[in-house]
Nanobody, 120 residues
Framework: QVQVVESGGGSVQPGGSLRLSCAAS????????MGWYRQAPGKERDMVAV???????NYADSVKGRFTISRDNAKNTVYLQMNSLKPEDTAVYYC??????????????WGQGTQVTVSS
């Protein structure tokens, strides 16, 4: 079994910053992509940022220049630094880890989500 646990959400005023963390643990041989997704009320879950095992990154256009994704492979952890937050960034943020187990099968695991609220 694999567990994915996020932390770091909360409430912040527009223009503020938050840092999300996500750690994967359990039956892990290796992790390929790790990423952050978000879902606002009444909307679909969208990709925010993804990082590969070798550090290549991809961002949604709406967060480019404001958000930075990074990872620590030794700790199976991914981070999302969010700066210049806007009210439209308000959503539940989910972490995803594409895990390869010892039988070399690949599965995507999701965290439980963490709420980010940007409001004055």
């Amino acid at each position: 079994q694999v567990q994915v646990v996020e932390s770091g959400g909360g409430s912040v005023q527009p223009g503020g910053s938050l840092r999300l963390s996500c750690a994967a643990s359990g039956s892990i041989f290796s992790i390929n992509d790790m990423g952050w997704y978000r879902q606002a009320p009444g909307k679909e879950r969208d990709m925010v940022a993804v990082i590969t095992s070798d550090g290549s990154t991809n961002y949604a256009d709406s967060v480019k220049g404001r958000f930075t994704i990074s990872r620590d492979n030794a700790k199976n952890t991914v981070y999302l630094q969010m700066n210049s937050l806007k009210p439209e960034d308000t959503a539940v943020y989910y972490c995803a880890a594409d895990v390869r187990n010892r039988w070399f099968r690949n599965f995507r695991y999701w965290g439980q989500g963490t709420q980010v609220t940007v409001s004055s």
